[in-house]
């Protein structure tokens, strides 16, 4: 049975960065959006995957094995060759998750190989 898929990517965030001090404020503003929809195939702007989880990280260290090691919600093992968007979502619902969260993303600026999509500032697969 083949597996298809058909998704669109979006993001957006907006902030605002002031200095008050005591005769002036300073401000950085800043923008982003972005939209890109993927249809099925290995090509440019195409994707045959994606993999999505929730949880907890379990440790200082989750690992996400690209190459077959994962499987999407069908129970089908999957391997990802090329990594089109990352996406971490930190829900700090109960003290000590954001913590958990950040330091997640820290490890992520200075990793050498990203995990693949997901809730990864919560999940260990």
Known sequence: MATTQDSVLKFSIAGLLQSIRDLST??????????KHLQT???????????QDSGEC??????FDLAGALTNNFGEAISL???????IK???TIEG??????????K????TTAPAGGDTSKKKP
């Open 26 to 35: 300073s401000e950085d503003r800043f923008s982003f959006s972005y939209k």
């Open 41 to 51: 195939g290995s090509g440019a702007d195409q994707a045959d995957q994606f993999y």
């Open 58 to 63: 379990a440790g200082a260290t989750d690992v």
């Open 81 to 87: 060759t090329k990594l089109k968007a990352l996406i």
């Open 90 to 92: 930190a829900t700090p």
């Open 97 to 106: 998750h954001l913590k958990r969260a950040q330091d997640v993303v820290g």
């Open 108 to 111: 992520l600026n200075g990793a």
